[in-house]
């Protein structure tokens, strides 16, 4: 492995990737902030308030797949970015850089699927940039969509807050989104009812809010390596233990049967339109029933539970055929090109 | 030609870039907004006071170019498209898609070379993205960089602002940017004292605003399709006539004569760190006399009129030699690649 070149595993939201900021990214963008200061999205002091600022580059393949496409996924991942850290989304900005040839009937209809989307969650689009680049540089479309959103005065959420005996909840079934691109790739033909997940999730997080206050500690979105890499991240960085049910994780059938013929993990395949809440333990069921209110959390489902402080902090999945494994923070590149 | 595809030339800045954005873009994400809506930069009501908010994709090659690299280029990109709204930047992003097999010294380069221009400018990359594709799939490194700014209370810039007898300023030599990538990229020998003139501009800026207050109209950096994009842009979107004195732009020599070798007409060439201003006709020395004061205003001058309204408004180059011609905006990309 030529260490001295970038690979495709840097890409993947894994530990390469997470080493790729640290050793390279933040030393020289960050100015010695600790290595979440280049997370999904930052929040900033206005004077007026708190905002809340998030970028994301999409280089999914195939650009449309059952269920979305490039256009709706990264408006509801921008979306998402800024649910998460607590703001009300304010408004997007989506660039382009366009492959020479493209049909633009192809393109029209991604943009037409991203205003969809936008209107459809109220959120503007208000800004834009787009570059061509020759038919040899790039095969498609990349798109960066950027957000900014506002943090009301009393929303508090950090992995600081999260405590030991707090539950972990997981608003619907994990991997659809990721399965449905790869089987679109790969041409399985038995995932025909598996269909992208790709959701936005602000108006449930507000309810979340709304109803929880201070017994909402943490949000995440478990994108790239999915679940694992957000328990990882949270063992990590607060330093505790993590135990996860395996029956209590919500899958839809087909998902299950597909991440099995791939030989993934369900827990580290990309989602987009899920969320990972940790709640006091008193709010758990609270958590479930105000997201089952929503169409997208209708199977939503406590999963587990913090622990305590451990000395190397790990997330263990107790299995449902009543074994015990480790949870793995993806090395690297399951699934490229995913989101 | 084929019309169903997208070409380079419709990434250029130029017509054919108004059409794709007019035609294709707005309809799907605007939602009935101007052609102007998704220009450089948004301003967004937020209830405590405006923000500004911008983004921009950056595919220049080479990556790394006399007097700067693609690093640089965008940080000096958004900050200024913060600036020439009237905000003062209040933080970066910066999204990466990297080229699997890339160089990591390559990368540590130009990102060194974002976060010192970030550092210098004051102004902090708060937020990112980092993906990898295939080899096969784009040529080393695609940076999109979005910014979000305050806006003072008593900014007011527009092209609704712009008066007939209103003067036409340019803080410095047009086309060093553009030519100096294009020197390096057609290995021309002479032009061994052209450097890129990429440079943040808030500073100037933040002095321009408080110098000459409303005396200030309009502010535009000229970046692709150069100082003639920005001179239709202003007649057309005012209805007004320009007219510019060739004599009174200032130009590298060097420059003139490789805009000549490569064909190319200086005012359609990019910049990145040049200011355009449209000011009162009193207030035009003092708007000299201010950008003078910084080293990347040193040869800052008066070059041109808003004229009356037109039926049809034109911009006019009175030239050197005592003639005048039309100043076109360019219909496609004669400089691909450049930003």
Chains 1, 2 share one sequence.
Not at 118 to 124: K, S
Not at 172 to 190: D, N
Not at 209 to 236: C, Q, Y
């Amino acid at each position: 492995m030529d260490t001295s070149r970038i690979q495709l595993a840097h890409g993947g939201g894994g530990q390469l990737t997470a080493e790729l900021i640290r050793d390279v990214i933040l030393p020289a963008l960050g100015g010695g902030q600790d290595p979440h200061a280049l997370a999904d999205a930052a929040v900033l002091e206005t004077g007026g308030g708190r905002l809340a600022f998030t970028t994301d580059m999409y280089v999914v393949q195939p650009l449309e797949f059952p269920g979305g496409d490039i256009g709706k996924l990264a408006v509801c991942g921008t979306i998402n970015d800024l649910a998460v850290c607590g703001a009300k989304p304010l408004a997007l900005s989506m660039g382009l850089v366009l492959q020479e040839g493209l049909e633009i009937d192809l393109l029209q209809r991604v943009l037409d699927s991203a205003g969809r989307q936008a209107r459809q969650a109220g959120i503007r689009v208000v800004t834009g940039d787009t570059k061509v680049v020759e038919r040899s540089a790039l095969d498609g479309i990349i798109v960066n969509t950027s957000g900014v959103g506002l943090i009301g005065a009393d929303v508090r959420l950090g992995f600081d807050r999260i405590q030991s005996g707090d539950r972990v909840v997981l608003s619907g079934p994990l991997g659809e989104h990721g399965l449905a691109v790869m089987s679109q790739r790969k041409g399985l033909s038995f995932t025909a009812d598996l269909v992208s997940d790709c959701a936005p999730l602000h108006e449930l997080v507000s309810d979340l809010l709304d109803e929880l206050g201070e017994n909402l500690r943490f949000m995440r979105d478990p994108t790239r390596s999915g679940l694992a890499a957000v328990l990882a991240d949270i063992a990590e960085s607060r330093g505790v233990d993590i135990e996860i049910e395996e029956s209590a994780i919500p899958a839809h059938r087909t998902a299950r049967s597909a991440a099995e013929m791939l030989g993934l993990d369900l827990l580290q395949v990309a989602n987009e339109g899920k969320l990972v809440a940790v709640v006091a333990e008193g709010a758990a069921r609270r958590a479930v029933d105000v997201m089952r209110r929503h169409a997208i959390g209708s199977r939503a489902a406590v999963i587990g539970t913090i622990g305590p402080a451990g000395e190397s902090p790990i997330v263990e999945l107790a299995t449902a055929a009543g074994g015990r494994r480790i949870v793995q923070m993806p090395y690297g590149e399951e699934l490229p090109r995913i989101c």
